[in-house]
T-cell receptor
C-alpha cells in the first residue's frame, strides 16, 4: 500500500528565508506525487505535481519540488518565503495504474512565517 | 476553469438530525467524486469514492449507512450525514476528478453538531 510521510509537523521560518518541506513516500510501484496548500478554513489548492519526465517540478507561487526515486522523496522548496505563504502544506501520492485516481495524503506541515 | 463548489460552507445541526452537503463541478463533468473529512490540525482522510450512477466505494472504517453518498449526475454529488452526533463534527471536503490523477477540491463544509 502507498503511504506518505511528512517528517515535520511544523516549520517556522523567517520572512525572505529559504524553506524546505520534507516528504517521503512508500510505494512498490511507480507513483504520481503532489503538493497541495491549504489556507485556514479553505479547501486544497494544487501547488505542483510530478507525473513523469523531469524530476524538478516547478509550481505556483514560486515553489518547486524534486522527485528523487532512489531516496523516495519529493521535498518542496522555495528560495524566499513571504508572510502570505503561511499555511498548511500536504504531500500526496497516487497510483498511476489505478483508474480510481485515489490520492493518499500525508499528515501535513504547518509553515509559519515570522517577520 | 475546473471549479468545484460546496454547499453549505458552514452548518450547525442538532444531534440526531441529518445534514446534506452538496458538491458540484461548475465547469466540467466529473467522472469520479471523492469525499474527505478533516479533523482540526489533521490531514484529509478519504471517506469514499463515487462514480456517477453507481454505488459509492467506502474506505475501511467508514459507515456507509451513516454517510450516504449519492452521485446522481456528472456534476453533482451529495453527502448526507444521518443521525448526526457531536463526534461527526468535522470539516468535509469533496473533490472531483476528470481523469486519471486529476482532482479539483471544493472549499469545504464545516459541520458542527450540538
Amino acid at each position: 500500500a502507498q503511504s506518505v510521510t511528512q517528517l515535520d509537523s511544523q516549520v517556522p521560518v523567517f520572512e525572505e528565508a529559504p524553506v524546505e518541506l520534507r516528504c517521503n513516500y512508500s510505494s512498490s510501484v511507480s507513483v504520481y506525487l503532489f503538493w497541495y496548500v491549504q489556507y485556514p478554513n479553505q479547501g486544497l489548492q494544487l501547488l505542483l505535481k510530478y507525473l513523469s519526465g523531469s524530476t524538478l517540478v516547478k509550481g505556483i507561487n514560486g515553489f518547486e519540488a524534486e522527485f528523487n526515486k532512489s531516496q523516495t522523496s519529493f521535498h518542496l522548496r522555495k528560495p524566499s518565503v513571504h508572510i502570505s505563504d503561511t499555511a498548511e502544506y500536504f504531500c500526496a501520492v497516487s497510483d498511476p495504474g489505478s483508474s480510481a485516481s485515489k490520492i493518499i495524503f500525508g499528515s501535513g506541515t504547518r509553515l509559519s512565517i515570522r517577520p | 476553469g475546473a471549479v468545484v463548489s460546496q454547499h453549505p460552507s458552514w452548518v450547525i445541526c442538532k444531534s440526531g438530525t441529518s445534514v446534506k452537503i452538496e458538491c458540484r463541478s461548475l465547469d466540467f463533468q466529473a467522472t469520479t467524486m471523492f469525499w474527505y473529512r478533516q479533523f482540526p490540525k489533521q490531514s484529509l482522510m478519504l471517506m469514499a469514492t463515487s462514480n456517477e450512477g453507481s454505488k459509492a466505494t467506502y474506505e475501511q472504517g467508514v459507515e456507509k449507512d451513516k454517510f450516504l453518498i449519492n452521485h446522481a449526475s456528472l456534476t453533482l454529488s451529495t453527502l448526507t450525514v444521518t443521525s448526526a452526533h457531536p463526534e461527526d463534527s468535522s470539516f468535509y471536503i469533496c473533490s472531483a476528478g476528470t481523469g486519471v490523477n486529476e482532482q479539483y477540491f471544493g472549499p469545504g463544509t464545516r459541520l458542527t453538531v450540538t
